[in-house]
């Protein structure tokens, strides 16, 4: 195979894997971004601990932690505070998508 056609293979498939890639993350619109924090802040919930998880956007939460509804139009999230740190997380993966300081 001549370098410039496996080049052009090797760059079509890393392009493939960074679009998949970029599919799977989260955006969380800046709008309802701020309705989820100004929720969590008036609702705060008992800290729980989780030895052994790694609290990290990506990160999968076990079936026996209780995910929190957050009570406010057009938002699917769930929150959980583990460690200290809020978790919104997608209630059908049960992803961490993101920590709040």
């Known amino acids: 195979m001549r370098p410039e056609i496996r080049t052009a293979l090797v760059a079509t498939a890393l392009l493939a894997v960074m679009g998949a890639a970029a599919a799977q993350d989260v955006v969380i619109e800046p709008q309802q971004q701020t309705v989820i924090k100004e929720y969590v802040h008036k609702k705060p919930l008992a800290s729980i601990d989780l030895p052994g998880v790694q609290l990290s956007i ?21 929150y959980v505070v583990v460690e200290g740190r809020t978790l919104i997380v997608d209630p059908e993966t049960r992803k961490v998508v993101e920590v709040l300081e």
Request: glycine residues 4%; charged residues 30%.
């Open 58 to 78: 990506g990160s999968v939460l076990p079936d026996t932690v209780e995910l929190h509804q957050i009570e406010a139009p057009d938002v699917k999230y769930r």
